[in-house]
């Protein structure tokens, strides 16, 4: 059976997963289980969602994961955490496009990349209200990086002229909660005169099937608006 | 040409490097240039070593590695930093036994376990010597996760039960670092009666080959002392 779409809570059952069936724990607005989404949809790899409601975590799903975080990789034998884990694991075992760089040293420059990428200042926003501003301002200044490597390479995206790469997916997330920050608030503006590379490639990810895919952009927007008034709502949209 | 062993300083001149000489940049006391130096050495690859003056880098190196830190790689076409990156592009393009799992799950649970262990706070030590006792706790604290991670495995090293694996050696140098603190601090002590696992893979890993070439256990603890004193010496004991 197909697992609904709207999230378990505390007191549910495990839904009952088919042999050779991979599954993913994931919250729908968590910019680390979008990570993995992602690559699944990038790499059109067959797979379920199992939504978890992270207010109310259920009983079972905290015997797979003691630290209760999504996202979680379940396969046959395989329970694996970590959204940039999951998501070179994936890359490597699953078909599909492959992701990351083939060429070692290309694939180590892309690491090293996603390394000097520092992204939490946006989660300001949610742990303390006052410094959306702040958060905001000061994940801009850490894309300074995205914006000199878009300029290195040259290229549409990080991975490529055709396709994001494995690099692009996995910063991409941090970048639908910025853009969400705009729309709750007014003073609020993406960048785009100072990042002109960062602009076009957030056009060119809007525009792919697997963002499209991903999350209803005003869903987000209205999850992150609840969220910060302290009244997540994990199914919004559904 | 071999590079003296003793380090470069700001106004020296960058040693010639024949080609396919793999370089490593280094410190000889730092645990993340130890690192991929301890890769190095457990592949028996064939390299040379370039020790940098941390507290007065050369201009040439800084024209390599904008950051100045260490470690850094050199090969033909290769300039690579971070040493978890370093290591594990050695790992995969060099000959001599593997360190990582070659099957993509067990890598996965490796990086896991390497994301899940926390080392930082040995370091308060170095930036406010007044803390060094409570960084030494929180370190020991942030590392029970290796003793369970050990319990777990049921060998004698994270890696197999002959020889040390990828994970071992990417920890063992700030393990060092709190060995090297409790010859410093006569109130330190290793908990080896809380942690009987990581102590038993203390002794297992000083008797390693690798560890064994690594560094003079008496010159980093001297190293450590003037180095909190604030009058670092990054010749010392050569």
């Given at each position: 059976m197909t697992p609904p779409a709207t999230a378990f809570a505390a007191g549910s059952t495990e839904p009952s997963r088919a042999a050779g069936q991979l599954r993913i724990y994931s919250m729908r607005f968590c910019p680390f289980a979008s990570r993995s989404l992602l690559v699944l949809l990038a790499k059109e790899i067959p797979h379920e969602v199992v939504n978890i409601n992270l207010a109310s975590k259920p009983e079972w799903y905290l015997g797979k994961s003691p630290s209760g975080k999504v996202p979680l990789l379940e396969n046959d034998g395989v329970l694996l955490p970590e959204s940039m884990v999951i998501s070179e694991y994936l890359d490597e075992t699953?078909?599909?496009?492959?992701?990351?760089?083939?060429?070692p040293y290309k694939k180590a420059l892309d690491k090293v990349f996603l390394e000097s990428f520092?992204?939490?200042?946006?989660?300001k926003v949610y742990f303390n209200k006052e410094q959306y501003a702040e958060g905001f301002d000061a994940f801009w200044s850490n894309a300074a990086v995205v914006e000199d490597e878009l300029k290195k390479r040259g290229m549409k995206f990080l991975g490529g002229n055709d396709k994001p790469g494995f690099t692009d997916l996995m910063i991409w997330p941090f970048f639908q909660i910025a853009i969400g920050l705009t729309t709750l608030y007014a003073?609020?503006?993406?960048?785009r005169e100072k990042y002109p590379l960062i602009a076009s490639w957030i056009d060119s990810m809007s525009s792919t099937p697997e963002v499209m895919k991903l999350v209803n952009q005003d869903h987000l927007a209205e999850y992150m608006r609840l969220k910060i008034a302290g009244n997540a709502n994990y199914d919004l949209g559904l």
């Open positions: 699953c078909s599909g496009r492959k992701l990351l760089p083939q060429d520092v992204f939490s200042p946006i989660f003073d609020l503006k993406i960048p």
